[in-house]
């Protein structure tokens, strides 16, 4: 029995439902309850499982997703208990066109941030490290970094990369067809291929841009904002 989760993760509007969507048509079994309605900002779907955000409190449902794909946002990743094993796929991605994503959702949700985007962004960035940092210790996780848009320009490469990854004999095909560049409505001119991968930094050491006691509530508070914990 293949008792390996396997968890989608990475900040809001990542990709992460695409992900989820390539590795449904890729043959894997996802975790899903479909309680989130697929709406405007993701018109395909969420592919979420509600108990997810409970992990703090409750993680017991991890006993049904053994040999499934899950999602959940990378803030939730600290929770994961350490007796169990995991393949995790990280999405990343331009901070300015998630945050520009984020922008739009907040607003159809009719929600508004008291936070700018610039500090905004110091705060993801700050995580994004932090939660990177804290990986690579982690003896029972294996993970692959996935860029968002290297999946649209080239979604064969990267199914292929998935696959082997997984050691699993995905449909590729079906993987690449699920592909739909034209939901790529957050796109940055001035995007370096540096930034695409880790994030727009101003400081060589983010985390001293967020050494103040609430910064964990604030990317809480933010993720709330958008449904995602």
């Known amino acids: 029995m293949n008792d390996v989760i396997t968890i989608v993760s990475g900040l809001p509007r990542s990709g992460t439902s695409m992900m989820m969507r390539m590795l449904e048509a890729g043959g894997?079994?996802?975790?899903?309850?479909?309680?989130?309605?697929?709406?405007?900002?993701?018109?395909?779907?969420?592919?979420?499982?509600?108990?997810?955000?409970?992990?703090?409190?409750?993680?017991?449902?991890?006993?049904n997703v053994q040999g499934k794909v899950v999602k959940m946002v990378s803030m939730l990743l600290y929770e994961l208990p350490s007796n169990r094993t995991y393949n995790i796929i990280f999405m990343k991605r331009g901070i300015d066109e998630i945050l520009s994503s984020q922008r739009t959702m907040l607003h159809r949700k009719g929600n508004r941030s008291d936070i700018n985007d610039k500090e905004m962004g110091k705060l993801f960035n700050s995580h994004l490290e932090e939660i990177e940092?804290?990986?690579?210790?982690?003896?029972?996780?294996?993970?692959?970094?996935?860029?968002?848009?290297?999946?649209?320009?080239?979604?064969?490469?990267?199914?292929?990369?998935?696959?082997?990854?997984?050691?699993?004999?995905?449909?590729?095909?079906?993987?690449?067809?699920?592909?739909?560049?034209?939901?790529?409505?957050?796109?940055?001119?001035?995007?370096?291929?540096?930034?695409v991968t880790t994030g727009i930094k101003d400081s060589k050491n983010p985390l001293e841009l967020v050494e103040n006691e609430n910064y964990r509530e604030k990317l809480e508070a933010r993720l709330r904002s958008l449904g995602y914990m």
């Not at 395909?44 to 997810?52: A, H, N, R, S, T």
């Not at 939901?183 to 001035?190: F, I, W």
């Open 28 to 63: 894997m079994n996802v975790a899903i309850d479909n309680i989130r309605k697929a709406d405007e900002d993701n018109p395909k779907g969420y592919y979420e499982l509600e108990k997810v955000k409970e992990i703090k409190n409750d993680y017991s449902w991890l006993d």
């Open 133 to 195: 940092n804290w990986l690579v210790g982690r003896k029972n996780i294996r993970i692959l970094y996935i860029n968002y848009n290297d999946v649209i320009e080239d979604p064969r490469k990267i199914s292929q990369v998935i696959s082997h990854f997984l050691n699993k004999a995905l449909n590729i095909e079906k993987m690449v067809e699920t592909v739909d560049g034209s939901l790529y409505r957050q796109k940055s001119a001035l995007i370096k291929t540096s930034d």
